[in-house]
């Protein structure tokens, strides 16, 4: 199985909606896939650095470099089986002594993939018919939302940096972080609240909403999380809906509503802010919430 060294934290099969021809074969329940490559969709961006909005490729954006990977010998494995699974100690022993070769290599984008696969055909399903019905689909979405916030640099750096200072070695977060996300209860109490809460879906007939590198935007007791650039799910945390079905849809969004949410999302990105078109960039990037952002990036 190939390395993979760029870890989309922002995956290309969701940010390729931000192309409006790929986005246009999903809504028409077409195969978009078949025809064109989620990575190869080009979709215009903002940085930081650049002083007008630019074109690139999905795959080129919304990346670090060997987030998912991380190295091990057989004396950390060794050590890590003897405190976790002592039982398997003299097998693992075993396995090293017929076939280490000192350094072994684990690749956690994979996991991270997989996940994707199981969320995607649900995005793309709300996307055809611009309503979440289900309360299977309201679980698949509140596991993307909650992967989408995991993954995030600014969240998985400081936890990594965080075991790597309590002298563990980084390989283990990736093991913990597995064991977690493969213990079907534990992985269901934490997004249960995402779940439980009150959803509203914002519909629009033309393309609206920006999408950043930190794709879920949270003030207080709200989230906001672009599903396409037609739609916006917003989920109020302190608000639970006995219901669990219901998931309110608009078809419209208000000035202030819409305003919330992208002073979140400019207040909130590092490195990109991707959109179908350029007008709408160039709108953002001369507001003053804009430039008193990259202000303060430069100034970090």
């Given amino acids: ?8 934290y922002n995956p290309c099969f969701w940010t390729a909606y931000w192309n409006e021809e790929y986005l246009n074969q999903i809504e028409n329940a077409q195969s978009a896939t078949k025809h064109f490559s989620a990575r190869e969709q080009k979709v215009y961006c903002l940085k930081p650095q650049t002083n007008r909005a630019f074109i690139q490729k999905t795959d080129k954006i919304f990346y670090e470099e060997g987030t998912g990977l991380s ?28 076939n280490g070769d000192g350094i072994f290599m684990l690749d956690f984008e994979n996991v991270f993939t997989g996940l994707e696969n199981l969320v995607k055909d649900y995005l793309t399903k709300v996307n055809v018919d611009k309503v979440i019905a289900t309360t299977e689909e309201k679980t698949h979405l509140s596991m ?6 995991m993954r995030n640099p600014t ?9 790597i200072q309590d002298k563990y070695p980084r390989f283990e977060f990736f093991v913990n972080f597995r064991h977690f996300i493969e213990d079907r209860n534990a992985l269901l109490r934490a997004i249960f609240p995402i779940i439980t809460s ?15 590198d930190t794709s879920v935007l949270r003030d207080k007791n709200t989230i906001f999380f672009p599903l396409s650039p037609k739609m916006l799910l917003e989920v109020d945390l302190g608000k639970v809906d006995h219901r669990q079905l219901q998931c309110n849809v608009k078809y419209s969004i208000g000035f202030s509503k ?11 990105f590092n490195e990109y802010i991707i959109f179908p078109s350029f007008e709408k960039l160039e709108i953002l990037r001369q507001s003053q919430l804009y430039k008193d952002r990259v202000k303060f990036l430069q100034n970090e």
């Fill in 144 to 149: 993307f939302i909650f992967l989408q916030h």
């Fill in 155 to 163: 969240v998985i750096n400081p936890m990594i940096q965080s075991f």
């Fill in 258 to 268: 819409y305003y919330d949410f992208e002073k979140l999302m400019i207040r909130n």
């Fill in 198 to 212: 009150k959803w509203t879906l914002y519909v629009c007939d033309e393309n609206t909403f920006p999408l950043c």
């Fill in 71 to 98: 190295y091990m010998d057989d004396e950390e494995i060794l050590d890590f089986t003897k405190r976790n699974f002592p039982d398997q100690y003299e097998e693992i022993l075993k396995y090293l002594s017929d």
């Fill in 1 to 8: 199985m190939p390395v993979t060294y760029k870890t989309h």
